[in-house]
């Protein structure tokens, strides 16, 4: 496979600085060749340009409205232009309202997508259901056509449509949802694993039922949105909005893997590392979960694995 890896050096979708920097220490360890070292060809297309409009005041409880939506118009021009000459584009982000151009972006090129959404939270909340205005609670509610009439036009969106529906998504690793998305979740029928159904029902049930959910037929291409704070903060401690109680490694390899296993992944962001936040340790811990996730989506199986072509000699 072609991986097309993009940097979002982006933060304005929360409120504390840091994932700015995600792209620079994911790249520093050594995402790139960890991928070519699998024997993926990896094209590194380097960072999106980030826009900041001065006096970026609020809008209907939406904050850097429009520093968000100007700079999710160039992720997506960015992600269209990199998904039409290599096969998957990899997003090193940058907090989550990445996925607004990230998915805007891949849908251009795949209509037919589906998205996983593997998270701590839904990121579904509208600008009026939001307690915080952080936009990074809320990228899937532009997206998505039924909610298209609770959502407001904010100003730097108006290049944006919806482009996937409720019936499309899937979540794993929910354990912090806000009132207003779980009556959206229901509301709409979103397909919704929390951390709880992983432990009822196990992460390899989770994923079949997940991926059958959204994609009965198996044929469709799957948009993989990865928070970071979906693993268990022991695992990821530099990131924003950590929730004990996540994902393990192993459930999160598990994911990756059976992911890879359809042969349809289309995109992965990665999303919501923050190396500010902790000490050196903790930045390093979550640098290296976060590279040994990423290798798993491109055939880095536990179970081992070779170069094609290869054969004894
Ligand atoms: N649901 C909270 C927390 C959102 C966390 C965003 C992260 O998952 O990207 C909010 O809306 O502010
Ligand atoms: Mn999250
Ligand atoms: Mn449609
Ligand atoms: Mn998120």
């Known amino acids: 496979e072609r991986i097309g890896v993009l940097g979002i050096p982006f ?22 060749r960890k991928l070519q070292n699998l024997g993926c060809h990896v094209k590194d297309h380097g960072d999106v340009e980030v826009i900041h409009v001065e006096n970026d005041d609020p809008e209907e409880n939406a904050k850097n409205p429009r520093t968000v939506g100007q700079t999710s118009k160039l ?35 795949e209509p037919d997508l589906v998205v996983l959404w593997i998270d701590a939270h839904a990121d579904i909340n509208t600008p009026m259901t939001s307690d915080s205005g952080n936009i990074h609670g ?51 029928g979103i397909t919704a694993f929390s951390m709880q159904e992983v432990d009822k029902y196990g992460i390899n049930e989770v994923v079949e039922r997940a991926l059958r959910a959204v994609d009965p037929e198996g044929k469709r291409p799957i ?76 055939g880095n199986r536990r179970g081992g694995c070779y170069p094609p072509g290869y054969d004894i000699p």
Not at 16 to 21: A, M, Q, S
Not at 146 to 170: N, Q, T
Not at 266 to 290: I, Y
């Open 223 to 298: 948009h993989l949105s990865f928070d970071v704070d979906a693993m268990d903060p022991t695992l990821t401690p530099s990131t924003g909005t950590p929730v004990i109680g996540g994902l393990s490694l192993r459930e999160t390899y598990y994911i990756a893997e059976e992911v890879a296993r359809t042969g349809r992944l289309s995109m992965v962001d990665v999303a919501e590392v923050n190396p500010l936040l902790g000490d050196d340790k903790d930045k390093k811990l979550t640098v290296d979960m976060t590279i040994s996730v990423i290798q798993r989506f491109f």
């Open 138 to 188: 809320m990228p899937l509610s532009f997206l998505v056509h039924e909610l298209e009439s609770y959502v407001p036009k904010l100003p730097g969106f108006e290049w944006l449509s919806p482009c996937i529906h409720a019936k499309d998504i899937a979540y794993i690793g929910l354990r912090d949802v806000d009132a207003g998305e779980r009556k959206i979740i229901e509301k709409f």
């Open 75 to 109: 992720i997506a021009d960015k992600v269209e232009q990199v998904l039409r000459s290599d096969d998957i584009c990899v997003t090193l982000g940058g907090d989550h309202s990445m996925a607004i151009g990230c998915i805007a972006g891949n849908a251009r090129v």
């Open 11 to 32: 933060s304005k979708g929360q409120s504390r600085v840091g994932t700015e920097y995600g792209p620079e220490v994911l790249r520093n360890g050594g995402i790139v």
